[in-house]
């Protein structure tokens, strides 16, 4: 049973940082892509960032990038996602997710095979 389960949400004040971790288990995903999105509160879910497992290639959405860093642990199976200069408007619920395909420098939810339940992350102003 394949399971993708995220830790390291929170409450921090905007400028401040956090580190999301994203276990994963119950298959080898060494073809897979690995991604962050994120769903604030009457939003719709929108991608964040992706990592390839095997080749560590990156993307990111225009709103992170420089800001957030995704990155993938192959020994622990876990994948994590740096968080620093947050902003209030970063307050969202973050899914992890797993695709298999042909990578891509961007994720469509709909291209998602498996998601986690999700981590609360609340910036305050």
């Known amino acids: 049973q394949v399971q993708l389960v995220e830790s390291g949400g929170g409450l921090v004040q905007a400028g401040d940082s956090l580190r999301l971790s994203c276990a994963a288990s119950g298959r080898t995903f060494s073809s897979y892509a690995m991604g962050w999105f994120r769903q604030a509160p009457g939003k719709e879910r929108e991608f964040v960032a992706t990592i390839h497992w095997n080749s560590g290639s990156t993307g990111y959405a225009d709103s992170v990038k420089g800001r957030f860093t995704i990155s993938r642990d192959n020994a622990k199976n876990t994948v994590y996602l740096q968080m620093n200069s947050l902003k209030p408007e970063d307050t969202a619920v973050y899914y992890c997710?797993?695709?298999?395909?042909?990578?891509?420098?961007?994720?469509?939810?709909?291209?998602?095979?498996?998601w986690g339940k999700g981590t609360l992350v609340t910036v305050s102003s």
């Open positions: 997710a797993a695709s298999i395909g042909i990578f891509s420098t961007t994720m469509s939810p709909l291209s998602i095979n498996y």
